[in-house]
């Protein structure tokens, strides 16, 4: 056992000096020490304590961070502890890039060089952990339900040691918050801070060891567990948080969901669920789903990320509580089906009962709260880099890389069978790609990546004694998400209508003209931009291709096994990403130039070509099966605000909402905004500091967003309903 002088880094210092060469019980050593001796951090304006371990040496669910830097200037600010840092660096350095050594010469070719088309296992991914079991049920019981699962898995002590190491970790941390509640108190005036010293004080004398008694209490654990986790996403609040919400006085609760709002602002909490149904289709809204609409709609921030869980039953309350919220232009709540994604995680093998449970996560993946690992996400690719390879021979128009499979000279092609034969061929390479690399990396973060506080948390972990990344949880799927999808689509109609079927142009001419990024060719340029048969309009000959396109992406992804003992799923949800991989595109068929950024961020049409209104637009996007993609399957809507706002406009809406989720379509979001306030911001971003968007699958201020992603939002259609 290293001899340490120095105080600093107590993760590093617990992490290396612990006996066992078990990663997950040097993890959980690191835990404890950073609980023992980091720097308390007691938000007195909320009245919240935070179990963050990021200081210095990092871990959270990411995995383990450590910086050579760091330790070069820590040594020159204490060169009496010079050696030290210099044993850390050289021993965490090393394990910490270990983590994502597992195929770093593929990641550079396909996803971090000059392309950018795609990714895939460049991190772990979301998860939703019950935290709130800490709140329910104690860190005693749980070390109890440790001791009993150890016990029928002779030979993993290290595995449970490290895990009840992660509950002593938040029982040590609750005890000196106590104490130092404790010693603010006998300073302290102000009398609303006096009572939230006294409110922590109350409850770390019992909890989190035993169960919490109201809501306040289970804020404040809530609170401590969430950050040891790292910040993820805080799932089905109005459901694990109900119990102690309807034995609260109103004042208090509402105080402290204000607290937790603020606090879930200020960290940027990802997503939160409310509402829904179980497996009877019983409706699960209460009186706190309600509270957490208000609360959204009176602070109309950004985050958390809010999703609102719809069905056959849905009360028409409900339905008004939110489009008031989205009125607001707040972008929230996103909204969801339980009748397409609980038949789309029940073809995974989840069954009804779970299915059911189903949460969001990060930016809108779909996730089963408390009981699953399912990637979130493993990857994505741009769809329309198939179509530019199948009139490439595989070779990349934009950069002249050789990247996908060899489908032979397109100019050989003789028929359109023979062109889309090549775009499948096309996409089967690159989904086994994709795959094959998410597994890759899913088999090494299983040895270098432990999280044994998440196998506390989340089932199947302890029961099995395996890691949380190791096929620990109950379900072990993965999710691929696609974008550009309007783009291949349109491109391959345009194809069809104007080589094989008009005969306006011949293959040889299509491909001459897009080599050129459509320099010289302005009539072929001119015919391909401005013609009117693009995805978003309920026009049958380009939506039965985008089904049959769609359709076999998600249905092929379902054939291959994931790493984690599930099978992949497809879903679409671009985040920041849309003009980054417009930007990787090269010439396209349907009259994108190259480097330009204009693609689709969502399952709907490229901004600006949907052009028949809402109604045609939803009728194309419900051409495909929403029960195939087990992850979020956005649909991002611009309504004008004056309209939108309006008695008419809320019945329209509404209306749209439910004809849309009757129909099987998986989920909807509603940036509510006006044209001129969104080019105003753009060109003064000073006086619209407030303005919020979806984006991807989330929402944000628009004039933080890139100008790329400025310029999509305001292309896209404005819809009048």
Same mark, same amino acid.
């Given at each position: =056992?290293?001899?340490?002088?120095?105080?600093?880094?107590?993760?590093?210092?617990? &992490?290396?000096?612990?006996?066992?060469?078990?990663?997950?019980?040097?993890?959980?050593?690191?835990?404890?020490?950073?609980?023992?001796?980091?720097?308390?951090?007691?938000?007195?304006?909320?009245?919240?304590?935070?179990?963050? =371990?990021?200081?210095?040496?990092?871990?959270?669910?990411?995995?383990?961070?450590?910086?050579?830097?760091?330790?070069?200037?820590?040594?020159?600010?204490?060169?009496?502890?010079?050696?030290?840092? =210099? %044993?850390?660096?050289?021993?965490?350095?090393?394990?910490?890039?270990?983590?994502?050594?597992?195929?770093?010469?593929?990641?550079?070719?396909?996803?971090?060089?000059?392309?950018?088309?795609?990714?895939?296992?460049?991190?772990?991914?979301?998860?939703?952990?019950?935290?709130?079991?800490?709140?329910?049920?104690?860190?005693?019981?749980?070390?109890?339900?440790?001791?009993?699962?150890?016990?029928?898995?002779?030979?993993?002590?290290?595995?449970?040691?490290?895990?009840?190491?992660?509950?002593?970790?938040?029982?040590?941390?609750?005890?000196?918050?106590? !104490?130092?509640?404790?010693?603010?108190?006998?300073?302290?005036?102000?009398?609303?801070?006096?009572?939230?010293?006294?409110?922590?004080?109350?409850?770390?004398?019992?909890?989190?060891?035993?169960?919490?008694?109201?809501?306040?209490?289970?804020?404040?654990?809530?609170?401590?567990?969430?950050?040891?986790?790292?910040?993820?996403?805080?799932?089905?609040?109005?459901?694990?948080? %109900?119990?102690?919400?309807?034995?609260?006085?109103?004042?208090?609760?509402?105080?402290?969901?204000?607290?937790?709002?603020?606090?879930?602002?200020?960290?940027?909490?990802?997503?939160?669920t409310i509402s829904g149904s179980d497996e009877n289709w019983n409706d699960l809204t209460n009186d706190l789903s309600y509270a957490i609409?208000?609360?959204?709609?009176?602070?109309?921030?950004?985050?958390?990320?809010?999703?609102?869980?719809?069905?056959?039953?849905?009360?028409?309350?409900? %339905?008004?509580?939110? +489009?008031?919220?989205?009125?607001?232009?707040?972008?929230?709540?996103?909204?969801?089906?339980?009748?397409?994604?609980?038949?789309?995680?029940?073809?995974?093998?989840?069954?009804?009962?779970?299915?059911?449970? +189903?949460?969001?996560?990060?930016?809108?993946?779909?996730?089963?709260?408390?009981?699953?690992?399912?990637?979130?996400?493993?990857?994505?690719?741009? $769809?329309?880099?198939?179509?530019?390879?199948?009139?490439?021979?595989?070779?990349?128009?934009?950069?002249?890389?050789?990247?996908?499979?060899?489908?032979?000279?397109?100019?050989?092609?003789?028929?359109?069978?023979? &062109?889309?034969?090549?775009?499948?061929?096309?996409?089967?390479?690159?989904?086994?790609?994709?795959?094959? =690399?998410?597994?890759?990396?899913?088999?090494?973060?299983? $040895?270098?990546?432990?999280?044994?506080?998440?196998?506390?948390?989340?089932?199947?972990?302890?029961?099995?004694?395996?890691?949380?990344?190791?096929?620990?949880?109950?379900?072990?799927?993965?999710?691929?998400?696609?974008?550009?999808?309007?783009?291949?689509?349109?491109?391959?109609?345009?194809?069809?209508?104007? $080589?094989?079927? !008009?005969?306006?142009?011949?293959?040889?001419?299509?491909?001459?003209?897009?080599?050129?990024?459509?320099?010289?060719?302005?009539?072929?340029?001119?015919?391909?931009?401005?013609?009117?048969?693009?995805?978003?309009?309920?026009?049958?000959?380009?939506?039965?291709?985008?089904? !049959?396109?769609?359709?076999?992406?998600?249905?092929?992804?379902?054939?291959?096994?994931?790493?984690?003992?599930?099978?992949?799923?497809?879903?679409?949800?671009?985040?920041?990403?849309?003009?980054?991989?417009?930007?990787?595109?090269?010439?396209?068929?349907?009259?994108?130039?190259?480097?330009?950024?204009?693609?689709?961020?969502?399952?709907?049409?490229?901004?600006?070509?949907?052009?028949?209104?809402?109604?045609?637009?939803?009728?194309?996007?419900?051409?495909?099966?929403?029960?195939?993609?087990?992850?979020?399957?956005?649909?991002?809507?611009?309504?004008?605000?004056?309209?939108?706002?309006?008695?008419?406009?809320?019945?329209?809406?509404?209306?749209?909402?439910?004809?849309?989720?009757?129909?099987?379509?998986?989920?909807?979001?509603a940036t509510v905004v006006s044209a001129d306030e969104l080019i105003d911001a753009q060109k003064n971003p000073e006086n619209h500091k407030d303005l919020i968007v979806r984006v991807g699958g +989330?929402?944000?201020?628009?004039?933080?967003?890139?100008?790329?992603?400025?310029?999509?939002?305001?292309?896209?259609?404005?819809?009048?309903?």
């Amino acid at each position: =056992m290293y001899e340490f002088k120095t105080k600093k880094e107590p993760f590093a210092r617990g &992490f290396l000096n612990c006996e066992s060469e078990n990663l997950s019980k040097k993890t959980a050593a690191g835990m404890l020490l950073t609980a023992k001796e980091r720097e308390l951090d007691l938000d007195l304006e909320l009245g919240l304590c935070y179990g963050n =371990m990021w200081y210095g040496t990092m871990y959270e669910f990411t995995g383990i961070h450590a910086w050579g830097d760091r330790y070069d200037e820590l040594a020159e600010r204490y060169p009496e502890e010079k050696d030290d840092f =210099m %044993y850390i660096k050289e021993n965490m350095v090393p394990y910490a890039e270990e983590q994502y050594n597992w195929g770093k010469d593929r990641t550079d070719f396909y996803a971090n060089g000059k392309e950018g088309y795609m990714w895939a296992g460049g991190w772990e991914g979301h998860a939703n952990p019950d935290h709130a079991d800490v709140c329910h049920f104690g860190t005693d019981a749980l070390r109890a339900k440790i001791e009993k699962y150890r016990v029928l898995n002779p030979g993993k002590d290290d595995f449970y040691d490290a895990c009840s190491m992660t509950m002593d970790s938040l029982d040590i941390l609750a005890e000196r918050y106590r !104490e130092k509640a404790l010693e603010m108190l006998e300073t302290e005036t102000d009398p609303e801070n006096i009572d939230k010293l006294k409110m922590i004080i109350k409850t770390f004398e019992h909890s989190p060891k035993a169960p919490c008694r109201d809501f306040a209490e289970a804020v404040i654990v809530f609170a401590l567990v969430y950050t040891a986790d790292g910040l993820d996403s805080p799932g089905w609040f109005d459901q694990y948080m %109900y119990d102690f919400w309807k034995v609260t006085d109103s004042e208090l609760r509402l105080k402290y969901l204000n607290y937790i709002w603020e606090f879930f602002h200020n960290t940027r909490a990802w997503n939160l669920t409310i509402s829904g149904s179980d497996e009877n289709w019983n409706d699960l809204t209460n009186d706190l789903s309600y509270a957490i609409l208000k609360i959204t709609k009176e602070k109309k921030y950004q985050t958390p990320n809010l999703t609102m869980r719809c069905h056959r039953n849905t009360p028409e309350e409900l %339905y008004a509580a939110a +489009y008031e919220t989205l009125a607001t232009g707040c972008g929230l709540p996103g909204l969801y089906n339980d009748e397409a994604v609980v038949p789309a995680l029940e073809r995974l093998g989840i069954p009804s009962a779970d299915a059911h449970m +189903y949460v969001m996560n990060g930016c809108n993946q779909i996730d089963i709260q408390g009981k699953s690992h399912m990637g979130l996400e493993d990857g994505q690719f741009t $769809v329309a880099k198939a179509v530019e390879f199948a009139l490439n021979n595989g070779v990349s128009n934009r950069t002249g890389a050789d990247l996908g499979a060899k489908t032979g000279d397109p100019r050989s092609f003789e028929s359109y069978e023979d &062109f889309y034969a090549a775009f499948i061929k096309q996409l089967d390479f690159i989904i086994e790609l994709i795959t094959d =690399m998410a597994n890759t990396a899913q088999k090494h973060h299983s $040895v270098h990546l432990p999280g044994p506080f998440r196998c506390v948390l989340i089932d199947g972990c302890l029961e099995k004694g395996l890691e949380y990344k190791n096929g620990g949880p109950l379900y072990g799927n993965g999710q691929i998400l696609l974008q550009g999808f309007a783009e291949a689509v349109d491109s391959i109609a345009a194809v069809k209508k104007f $080589v094989y079927e !008009e005969k306006r142009f011949t293959m040889a001419e299509l491909v001459d003209a897009l080599n050129n990024n459509f320099e010289g060719y302005d009539e072929l340029y001119h015919v391909l931009k401005n013609n009117n048969i693009r995805f978003g309009n309920d026009i049958e000959y380009v939506d039965s291709i985008a089904a !049959e396109v769609m359709n076999y992406i998600n249905n092929k992804l379902l054939t291959i096994p994931t790493f984690r003992g599930g099978h992949y799923s497809g879903g679409c949800s671009p985040f920041v990403d849309a003009p980054k991989c417009g930007e990787s595109l090269g010439a396209l068929p349907n009259g994108l130039k190259k480097e330009e950024r204009l693609i689709a961020d969502s399952i709907g049409a490229t901004p600006g070509c949907d052009v028949n209104g809402p109604t045609a637009l939803l009728n194309s996007c419900l051409g495909f099966d929403h029960t195939l993609p087990g992850s979020g399957f956005i649909l991002n809507l611009k309504f004008d605000r004056s309209i939108f706002n309006s008695e008419i406009g809320k019945a329209a809406f509404i209306a749209l909402w439910k004809n849309y989720f009757d129909r099987k379509g998986q989920m909807i979001t509603a940036t509510v905004v006006s044209a001129d306030e969104l080019i105003d911001a753009q060109k003064n971003p000073e006086n619209h500091k407030d303005l919020i968007v979806r984006v991807g699958g +989330y929402c944000d201020y628009f004039v933080n967003i890139s100008k790329g992603l400025q310029d999509n939002v305001i292309a896209r259609t404005v819809l009048n309903i």
